[in-house]
Structures are given as structure tokens and as C-alpha cells.
């Protein structure tokens, strides 16, 4: 169960991240509180692994979280004794820190200044430019953290995270082409991204209820297919799938008449016909499946599955009428 | 199935091992005595320095029960392709990747993509404090 602590827990369900927690003390009396940095000393001693400092960096966030400050503060103090108070992702994790602590907006400000007068001394601190534009979003200044983080990605522009970051940012204020054009950018960086793929079909999606409804749904199409491609089974990209493919059979569209060359033709309404079939075969296999209990389908959420049947039955509702 | 593996290797090193100290008595057994009969006139060196049949076939035994036993005890193979690989993740999640003693391998993350999702670098520990919170009221 521990190894759930070597990947970073916040997408985590909160009973996952309690059990993480519950752990703390445990793991904290076990582990060493100081690896020695000396060569001879770590040659004669427990030989310190990448996992342990892993483990505490994912514990802390848990620990947080859960609202265990005393632990996650022993965490740090672990952390910032073996690499130094001055390393970047350790002074992050501080601030991290006192942000859970703040309890109103004076605070925060004076933490924002922190950051600042970090930055200026070290511009390319990466991991502190995240927190600013976490923090500022957090505060509700979503315009100024769109802006710290665009800058953020002039310096370095093949930061996925960052970009992805970006996207959710634009996403959360509505400005679709822009987020769609940041989520691009992720699989530029990451072409073999299955759900990043699903998230962009997602969005454009969601942009076609708005303007310009053929290219989108061509695009989201193009899209959810792609992430089905790499990635067998996808629930999540067969679903998207789904949902596109209706919307395209319940309202034919006209013959394209923008014949742009460089633009993505809506396929003829046989193979959208033929794509729905196919999405709806697999939905329907995978929540079969996963219901009866096989015991290599149990990887899906339970939400998802829930979500998977509603949309089937809503579906042969349709056709039964 | 760890025990059978380590076992099956086990004895295949002591046979080994049993084998090339036969092969080393045998050799000093021969010399020793073609020093012996050397003082005598007839020499019949040629036909005895080969090494009997029973050596060798133990040496090749205990090197094909060796190999079965490492081959038997690795892990269990990946799938090379991306996306069955990644539809293996998504379908199984963990219990695809337990190790031959049940437990998870060390080096399963997941999805690798995940973190673009969920971006560690800039959680909003605030939002989620709250959010665990009302999840504990609820319980």
C-alpha cells in the first residue's frame, strides 16, 4: 500500500489520502532522519534510496492535506536537512507549507512578497514561479497568474506541466481557442500523452456548443480516436468518442462548404455511423466486465463506469423510441 | 512460485560446484599418478586424460537447472507495445502489476501522463485542505 506514496497524491480520493496519512508515524519512527553525506559514511551505512525522499515529498503533501501540520513539518525538516535549505524544491515545499497555515488574505500577501523577493534574487527559480502562480490563482487573481505563468514560459517553454497549467487556467475563464491551443502545445511535448489527447477532444468539444461547431467536432473526433489508438480500452477516450459521434449523427451537418486545405474535413456520416457502433460495442463490453467482476477490468473508477451506463442507456432509450 | 525458482537455482549451483571439484580431484588423481608411472617403461598416457562421461553430464545438468531456475524466477514480462501497455494500466490499474510475491512493483506509477493532470507543481493546498475537510464532516 505504501507505493501509492511514491507518486504524487493529489488526484488522490480523500480515504486514500488519510490512510497515507495514518501512515506518517510509522514511517516517520523507521526511516532515517539524516542520510550522512559523506562517501565513506554512506558506504558503511543503510544505503539511502531515491524512494525515501520520494516518499517524504509525496507523505508531506498528504499530511497537509489532511491538516497534520506537526508531521509535515518534521517531513520538511527531514527534507531540508538532507538537501539543504536553500534547494529549490525545498524552499517550494516551504512555501507549500505556510500557505496551508494562512488563514486569511493578509498573510498570503506577505507570502506572495516572499516569493517575489525570492524570485528576485534568482529569476529562474522554477519550482517558487510555480507556487506564485498557484498561490494567485488560489486567491482568486486568475488574470495576474496567467500572466506570471506566460512569462514563466518564455523562460522555459518545454515545461509540460506548465503548459497544461496554462490550459486549465484559460479553460477555467472560458477562453477555449486559447486553451486548446496551450493543450496542443502539451502534446507537442508529449505525443503519446492518451489522456492529454482524451482532455483535448474534451475541450474542443465543449468549444463546439459555442462557435464553429463542424471544425470542433472533426477536431474532437480526430482527437478521441487518437487516444483510443494509444491506449487500448480507454474508457475515458471511447466515452468522449461517444458523445461525439451522437452529436455529429443527430445533426447532420451540410456539406462542408470551407474546403480550406489545411482544415479537417468532417468524415462522411458511414464512418461517424461506423465509429459510433464501435464506441458503444466497447462501452458496453468494458462496463459488462467490469461488473461482473473480471479480474483484469478492475482498473476503472467506479464513477466513470457509473457514467459509462448512464450514457448507453440514455442512448438505447433513443434508439427504442 | 519464488521458493521453486530459488530452490531449483540453488541446487543447480551446488551440482555445479559439486561437478568442478570432481573435475579437480580427477585431474589431480591423474597427475599424481602419470608422476607414479612415469618411472615405469610403459606409458599409456592419451586414453586416460579425458574426463569421464558422469563429470561432464553433471556440469551441463547443473548449468541447464541453473538457467530454468533464473528463467522461472524473473518477473513477469511487459507488453511491449505502447498501447497495450497503456490499455493495461487503464483496465488492471495496479493488480496488472504485482510482482511474482503479490505485492506492486516498485517502478509502477501509473498512467505517466497523470501529472499533467493533476500537476503536483501547482497544488492548490488550500482548495484541498477545505475540500478534506467537508469530506471528514460528511463521513
Known amino acids: 500500500m505504501s507505493s501509492s506514496l511514491l507518486r504524487p497524491p493529489s488526484h488522490l480520493p480523500p480515504a486514500t489520502a488519510l490512510h497515507n496519512s495514518q501512515q506518517a508515524p510509522n514511517i516517520l519512527n523507521n526511516s ?20 525515501l525522499w520520494t516518499t517524504y515529498e509525496n507523505l508531506l503533501l498528504s499530511l497537509l492535506r489532511t491538516g497534520d501540520d506537526d508531521s509535515a513539518h518534521l517531513c520538511l525538516a527531514r527534507l531540508a536537512k538532507r538537501f539543504g535549505d536553500d534547494n529549490e524544491r525545498v524552499m517550494a515545499l516551504k512555501g507549500l507549507i ?92 508529449q505525443p503519446n500523452a492518451w489522456n492529454v489527447h482524451a482532455r483535448l477532444g474534451e475541450m ?26 494509444l491506449c487500448d480500452d480507454y474508457l475515458r477516450g471511447y466515452y468522449g468518442l461517444k458523445l461525439t459521434t451522437t452529436q455529429l449523427l443527430s445533426e447532420p451537418q451540410k456539406a462542408s462548404k470551407q474546403t480550406e486545405p489545411d482544415e479537417l474535413a468532417v ?31 478492475q482498473g476503472y473508477e467506479e464513477a466513470e463506469i457509473t457514467a459509462a451506463r448512464e450514457l448507453l442507456e440514455k442512448a438505447s432509450e433513443k434508439t427504442v423510441r | 512460485m519464488t521458493w521453486i525458482s530459488k530452490s531449483t537455482t540453488g541446487f543447480g549451483l551446488l551440482l555445479l560446484a559439486h561437478a568442478c571439484y570432481s573435475a579437480h580431484e580427477h585431474s589431480a588423481l591423474q597427475s599424481h599418478r602419470a ?97 478534506f475537510a ?6
Open chain 2, 134 to 139: 467537508e469530506w471528514v464532516k460528511g463521513q
Open chain 1, 98 to 189: 505556510k500557505e496551508a497555515d494562512a488563514n486569511d488574505t493578509a498573510t498570503l500577501e506577505i507570502i506572495l512578497k516572499e516569493y517575489d523577493q525570492i524570485l528576485q534574487d534568482n529569476p529562474t527559480n522554477l519550482p517558487i514561479v510555480k507556487r506564485r502562480v498557484a498561490l494567485l490563482r488560489s486567491m482568486g487573481r486568475t488574470p495576474e497568474s496567467i500572466t506570471a505563468l506566460i512569462s514563466l514560459l518564455d523562460v522555459s517553454p518545454t515545461d509540460a506541466e506548465a503548459w497544461a497549467e496554462l490550459a486549465d487556467l484559460y479553460f477555467s475563464q472560458g477562453l477555449y481557442s486559447q486553451a486548446i491551443f496551450a493543450l496542443e502545445e502539451v502534446l507537442v511535448l
Open chain 1, 32 to 51: 532515517p532522519g539524516a542520510v550522512s553525506t559523506s562517501v565513506i559514511q554512506s558506504l558503511l551505512s543503510t544505503s539511502e534510496s531515491q524512494e
Open chain 2, 35 to 131: 608422476a607414479s608411472l612415469s618411472s615405469l617403461p610403459t606409458t599409456q598416457s592419451g586414453s586416460t586424460t579425458s574426463l569421464p562421461i558422469d563429470i561432464t553430464i553433471e556440469t551441463v545438468l547443473a548449468t541447464l537447472m541453473i538457467c530454468l531456475g533464473l528463467v522461472s524466477g524473473t518477473s513477469r514480462l511487459r507488453p511491449i507495445q505502447w498501447r497495450v501497455w497503456a490499455g493495461q494500466i487503464e483496465r488492471e490499474g495496479e493488480a496488472g502489476f504485482t510482482n511474482s510475491s503479490g505485492e506492486v512493483e516498485k517502478d509502477y506509477v501509473g498512467n505517466p501522463f497523470r501529472l499533467l493532470e493533476s500537476r503536483p507543481g501547482f497544488v492548490d493546498i488550500r482548495k484541498q485542505r477545505k475540500e
Open chain 1, 204 to 229: 474542443l468539444l465543449m468549444a463546439s456548443k459555442t462557435s464553429d461547431a463542424p471544425r470542433h467536432l472533426a477536431e474532437a473526433l480526430k482527437r478521441f480516436s487518437r487516444s483510443i489508438e
Open chain 1, 267 to 297: 468524415p462522411s456520416s458511414a464512418t461517424v455511423q461506423k465509429l459510433d457502433e464501435a464506441a458503444t460495442e466497447k462501452l458496453a463490453e468494458i462496463v459488462r466486465r467490469h461488473t461482473a467482476g473480471e479480474r483484469d477490468w
